[in-house]
């Protein structure tokens, strides 16, 4: 199985920036569609962005496009999320997830880390 570690949480001020960080075990990391989603409190979880096997191609959230990236390091299996231009409404828990396949919804990824709290402040 896939176990996954974040990282990189914290309190930034608004117009800042984060870089949260995953790190995922296995040899079969490649074989993984990678997400961060975010849960603020009393909120359902949200997709904010995903990135396939190879890396080649990464998928955002409308409210985070242009301001957030997500990569990864396949030899390192690990995979980032920066943020930049945080604004309050980014306050949330952020979770990074392992899928078979792209996917935007959380009942699609089977393998979930522990997630870290990102605070934003105006």
């Known amino acids: 199985q896939v176990q996954l570690v974040e990282s990189g949480g914290g309190l930034v001020q608004a117009g800042g920036s984060l870089r949260l960080s995953c790190a995922a075990s296995?040899?079969?990391?490649?074989?993984?569609?990678m997400g961060w989603f975010r849960q603020a409190p009393g909120k359902e979880r949200e997709f904010v962005a995903a990135?396939?096997?190879?890396?080649?191609?990464?998928y955002y959230a409308d409210s985070v496009k242009g301001r957030f990236t997500i990569s990864r390091d396949n030899a390192k299996n690990t995979v980032t999320l920066q943020m930049n231009s945080l604004k309050p409404e980014d306050t949330a828990v952020y979770y990074c997830?392992?899928?078979?396949?792209?996917?935007?919804?959380?009942?699609?990824?089977?393998?979930w880390g522990q997630g870290t709290q990102v605070t934003v402040s105006s």
């Open positions: 296995g040899r079969t990391f490649s074989s993984y569609v």
């Open positions: 990135i396939n096997r190879s890396g080649s191609s990464t």
């Open positions: 997830a392992a899928s078979a396949v792209v996917a935007y919804m959380t009942n699609q990824y089977a393998y």
